[in-house]
Nanobody, 125 residues
């Protein structure tokens, strides 16, 4: 059973930075892409960033491009989301997610089968 546990959320002022972490367990981490998604109150869950199994390819939502960086450490079974220049509109619950299939990469939440519990990020003005 795949388990994903996020950490690192919190309250930060606009323009500040946070680093989210996601610890994965339950299968061979290095053969699976990973993604970050977020959901703001009253809104649908949306794609934030994704990274392939080896870390060689990344993809970002236009709204975070140039401000957020996704990375992974396969030796530690960890994936990270460095968030800089945060804006109030980045306020949301952030989720780490993994697809069921190995060597499969997607930006669609429908393709991800395993989800963490989420971590709240709140950006104040």
């Amino acid at each position: 059973q795949v388990q994903l546990v996020e950490s690192g959320g919190g309250l930060v002022q606009a323009g500040g930075s946070l680093r989210l972490s996601c610890a994965a367990s339950g299968r061979t981490f290095s053969t699976y892409a990973m993604g970050w998604f977020r959901q703001a109150p009253g809104k649908e869950r949306e794609f934030v960033a994704a990274i392939t199994w080896g870390g060689g390819t990344t993809r970002y939502a236009d709204s975070v491009k140039g401000r957020f960086t996704i990375s992974r450490d396969n030796a530690k079974n960890m994936v990270y989301l460095q968030m800089n220049s945060l804006k109030p509109e980045d306020t949301a619950v952030y989720y780490c997610a993994a697809p069921r299939r190995a060597y499969y990469y997607s930006v669609s939440s429908a393709e991800y089968d395993y989800w963490g519990q989420g971590t709240q990020v709140t950006v104040s003005t």
